[in-house]
């Protein structure tokens, strides 16, 4: 667990929410947290006009944002140049299942937040997400953060499979 303080002034923050309540709880936490600023739309047309004009570094994306969807918003982000593709995505699901969790997983996002929001739940995944950054992946069929959710142990030891097999097929 991390226990100094993450610097959150570098950060901008665009909240693409459809319910306006909502985008305001989560503009309200960002801006007690210390983000440097912090803009919120409701319709994705609004949130590609607003990336024209200001660089954002966090996105709060809705999973039924109006107009192309969350996921397509998120997909449309990681196609774009420069650090915008790289920023960081949490997907906000009112009610969460699997196809749409795997859709989001898949689509890019760095994390993935299901209702209702508690300010525990946004400071412990906005901690590690920001103090533990992924490396960012980009293959022919997904671009985005790794998705792996464990840290894979190295194994420091003599490998005897590989020397077993060998003097037996020799």
């Known amino acids: 667990m991390q226990t100094k303080k993450i610097d959150y002034s570098k ?12 985008g305001r709880t989560v503009w309200h936490f960002l801006r007690e947290e210390g983000i440097g600023s912090c803009m919120m739309v409701t319709s994705a047309r609004d949130a590609v006009a607003r990336m024209q004009n200001n660089r954002f ?23 774009c140049d420069g650090q915008l593709a790289e920023a960081f995505a949490v997907m906000v699901i009112p009610s969460p299942d699997k ?9 890019g996002c760095h994390e993935i937040l299901g209702l209702p929001l508690t300010a525990k739940l946004l400071t412990t995944r906005l901690n590690h997400m920001i103090g533990n950054p992924k490396p960012f992946i980009r293959a022919q069929t997904y671009i985005g953060p790794c998705r ?7 194994y420091h030891g003599a490998e005897r499979r590989q020397s077993r097999g060998r003097a037996e097929h020799v």
């Open 11 to 22: 950060l901008n923050a665009l909240i693409a929410m459809s319910n306006s309540q909502l």
């Open 57 to 79: 570094n966090l996105f709060f994306v809705d999973y039924d944002l109006p107009d192309f969807g969350g996921v397509d918003f998120v997909k449309f982000l990681r196609l």
């Open 99 to 107: 196809e749409k969790v795997m859709a989001a997983r898949d689509g």
């Open 148 to 154: 792996r959710r464990e840290v894979v142990q190295i």
